[in-house]
């Protein structure tokens, strides 16, 4: 029998259509939405402020209620309450992204282990307002944090208290949701294969004018084992991922992202032809101008398409990392993409493909999965993991589209190499998470010439055979190498 660890939930968020409403309650609902919209806006605006920093949520309703009560818009208590709560959530969340981000730059600003216990202390500052009388903190805090500010005017939350839910059919429910009057619900119908409780949110889509309900769905727990099988992932555009045990997993994301990415691009030209047909003829017939405006260069259509071409990204992902995990709990390591990569020369038509490679979607996708199955996913450093040879994890080698070819002549599969390099630099104490791309080369061109000296060589006798890549040559971590050799 395996030990296990623990369980782990399996939650989803469900969204189902209303598919019966009538006229007046539809006019209502609109009505709350704006009302609430104004209680979001001035709570959005009370609560998101550094001084309410790290604020209970539990805590959020008297501080709005002191200057805004129910009675001047017309709202019941309870619907107010519990919008005010989902704006302090919202903003606790923005807190948390903040926060870290914040963590990053200190772990860059304080690296090596010397620097521990001021780390430490720094972080633990950050969980309170005392990061103010911090000068170091306070800034990167301001630069960091966004005030935020709301104009959702098309939403409604309710709790299990403000709702009934009735089936009357095999997938079709009826909720009688609290209204402006006392003692008064309103009547919707829903189509859903389940049957809806605890917090929903009413939400009215504008872009599908309708009603939907999003609430979220138990789907059970699952076992989580003590010890849980490791695997290193490599993010990629032609496949989703690439495991390190050699397994390539949405393999058709790659031509799916490039057949969207060039036919906006060729709509987006013929488009601009159009945008100077148009101007050309409004001081020469406006009756025509007007025609190609209306009928030619309106987003409807093209706004649809785009809908489309994402939701068959969004399921190739979502295959990929279902094929990745495969009802398994495992350890995964996975690449940090969130900073921004810059000094990247590309040309116009590659920049324009990874623009479209859907990144953050992979991100929550290996989350969602990892939940799923009760994983857990551990980001790390992704400088150089795919120009570095597994074997002896030195830069001793080159990549060429698929191909790594090391120092011997032996060639790897590019992509199996750098998730095999993500695997290993997921235990690795001397690169961490929050390094910085310089710091990283430091450590691994150290490594390279520990590795040459067995050889009998040096990195520079590495650069002249062409092991090296010459780039490394002119870093400083490279000079300060050989003056030490």
């Not at 609430?215 to 290193?232: A, E, K, M, Q």
């Not at 094929?323 to 020369?345: A, C, H, I, P, Y």
């Not at 002249?464 to 300060?480: M, P, R, V």
Request: glycine share 6%.
């Amino acid at each position: 029998m395996p030990r296990t660890f623990g369980v782990a939930k399996r939650i989803s968020t469900q969204i189902v259509p209303v598919v019966g409403i009538t006229k007046s309650v539809e006019i209502e609902l609109l009505s709350t939405m704006k009302k609430l919209g104004i209680v979001r806006s001035e709570s959005y605006n009370k609560l998101g402020s550094i001084s309410h920093w790290s604020l209970d949520w539990k805590k959020a309703i008297p501080e709005v209620k002191s200057f805004r009560t129910p009675d001047t818009l017309g709202l019941p208590a309870k619907l107010m309450d519990w919008t005010i709560n989902d704006v302090a959530k919202a903003i606790t969340a923005s807190q948390a992204a903040c926060t870290d981000a914040v963590i990053k730059k200190i772990y860059k600003r304080f690296p090596r282990k010397d620097n521990q216990k001021t780390r430490k202390e720094l972080c633990k500052q950050l969980k309170t307002l005392a990061f103010l009388d911090n000068p170091l903190l306070h800034r990167l805090v301001r630069k960091e944090f966004k005030r935020g500010h709301s104009w959702v005017k098309n939403q409604i939350v309710y709790q299990q208290v403000g709702y009934n839910c009735k089936r009357l059919s095999r997938n079709t429910y009826e909720l009688e949701l609290a209204g402006l009057q006392k003692r008064k619900r309103n009547k919707i119908i829903v189509r859903s294969n389940r049957k809806i409780k605890g917090q929903i949110r009413l939400i009215h889509n504008q872009i599908l004018q309708r009603f939907e309900v999003h609430f979220l769905v138990d789907h059970g727990t699952v076992v989580v084992p003590g010890n849980r099988r490791s695997i290193g992932i490599d993010k990629g555009y032609t496949e989703a991922f690439y495991d390190s045990d050699g397994q390539a997993h949405g393999k058709e994301l790659g031509k799916a992202t490039t057949k969207k990415s060039d036919r906006i691009c060729h709509k987006n030209r013929q488009r601009g032809k159009l945008w100077a047909l148009h101007k050309k003829l409004k001081k020469i017939d406006q009756a025509k101008s007007a025609r190609i405006l209306e009928k030619n260069l309106t987003r409807k259509t093209e706004n649809k398409r785009y809908r489309q071409d994402q939701s068959v990204l969004k399921a190739i992902i979502g295959a990929a990392s279902k094929s990745l995990f495969n009802g398994e709990s495992l350890k995964v390591f996975s690449e940090d993409l969130t900073r921004q990569f810059k000094n990247k020369r590309q040309s116009k038509a590659a920049s324009r493909k990874l623009n479209s490679w859907m990144k953050g979607q992979m991100r929550d996708s290996i989350q969602k999965w990892a939940d799923w199955t009760g994983s857990v996913v551990t980001e790390v450093q992704p400088s150089y993991t795919s120009q570095v040879d597994s074997r002896n994890r030195t830069l001793l080698g080159k990549r060429t589209g698929d191909n790594f070819t090391g120092f011997d002549g032996v060639v790897l599969q590019a992509d199996h190499n750098a998730a095999t390099n993500v695997l290993s630099r997921g235990t690795d104490k001397d690169i961490t998470r929050y390094m910085s791309k310089a710091e990283v080369q430091a450590v691994l061109l150290r490594r390279t010439a520990r590795f040459l000296t067995g050889m009998g060589l040096s990195l520079l006798d590495a650069v002249e055979l062409g092991w090296l890549d010459c780039k490394h040559s002119k870093t400083q971590a490279f000079k300060q190498l050989l003056i030490e050799m």
